[in-house]
């Protein structure tokens, strides 16, 4: 498990060359250890001050804020569907062919907008995105997509749009015409039992941000995030190390809210180790 930023919303520019506005929050995710997968955790946002003490067996975490305790129950659930074939209205342009080979064009899959007088799908919803999806294969007008990072939950009917390509330390751009235009396809089905790319064969998307992190009274407190939205290369930076926690898919999350006099994460953490690990 890590912190993640997660996308919320976004504007695509009336010029392909500007920098896209997005809005992010942060939020806790689970990282798949081999392959290229992040399912992000709607419920559990993180602030800034945020103290975050989790248990060794990573069945359960607990956020500390304002002087309120939120435990997160985690458990087993069975892998959900990855992958969607998509046709697509073009074969990919040559300028791309780059970006296909490191697997950095990417589009955004988003609730649908629905006409309410005919109930059919409009677009794409961009104040309500529910995952980033990467470009695995595209051969002619066939295209195969993976979902490398989940926030809401994909289902069919939702809609995918904005293909754009993510440079390292560059703000996402439209991916040629086809990313300018204002293509969207509706997903049909997403296939069951395949699998995202191994995290070894898929550079990993510079989201251009850094979480500092303190270990205070024996929590992870989240100190600052440092974000560079700047279209020139920026020096390398060592992200600093985050909470460890086992990693196991998470079934549900529980949120029953527990007051914590004077915020003492020392007696929260003597409290879980008493209790919980056994």
């Given at each position: ?57 990573g069945t359960k975490l607990v956020r500390i ?54 109930g059919k799908t409009v677009g794409p919803d ?153």
């Open positions: 498990m890590r912190l993640h930023n997660a996308v919320r919303s976004y504007d695509v520019p009336v010029k392909s060359s500007d920098d896209w506005s997005r809005k992010e929050s942060l939020q806790l995710g689970f990282q798949h250890p081999q392959q290229s997968s992040l399912s992000l955790l709607p419920l559990a946002d993180v602030h800034l001050r945020d103290s975050l003490v989790p248990t060794s067996d804020r304002d002087g309120q305790a939120i435990v997160f129950f985690f458990g087993v659930r069975s892998e959900r569907p990855s992958r969607l074939k998509i046709a697509m209205p073009s074969e990919p342009e040559a300028s791309l062919t780059d970006a296909l080979t490191k697997h950095g064009v990417c589009a955004f899959i988003c609730a649908p907008l629905i006409n309410p007088l005919n961009r104040e309500r995105v529910k995952a980033l999806a990467r470009v695995s294969e595209w051969n002619g007008k066939d295209a195969v997509f993976w979902l490398e990072e989940n926030y809401l939950g994909v289902q069919p009917g939702d809609v995918i749009a904005d293909l754009h390509t993510w440079e390292p330390r560059h703000r996402n751009q439209s991916a040629g015409e086809l990313g300018r235009a204002e293509w969207f396809a509706a997903i049909e089905t997403m296939e069951a039992g395949s699998s995202p790319p191994a995290r070894n064969d898929t550079p990993s998307l510079n989201r251009e941000f850094l979480i500092s992190f303190d270990v205070h009274r024996g929590a992870y407190q989240v100190e600052k995030v440092i974000v560079a939205h700047s279209n020139k290369p920026q020096p390398a930076a060592t992200p600093q190390p985050a909470p460890v926690i086992a990693l196991t898919p998470p079934i549900q999350q529980q949120a029953p809210k527990v007051h914590v006099e004077d915020a003492s994460i020392a007696i929260v953490r003597r409290f879980m180790v008493e209790h919980f690990d056994r």
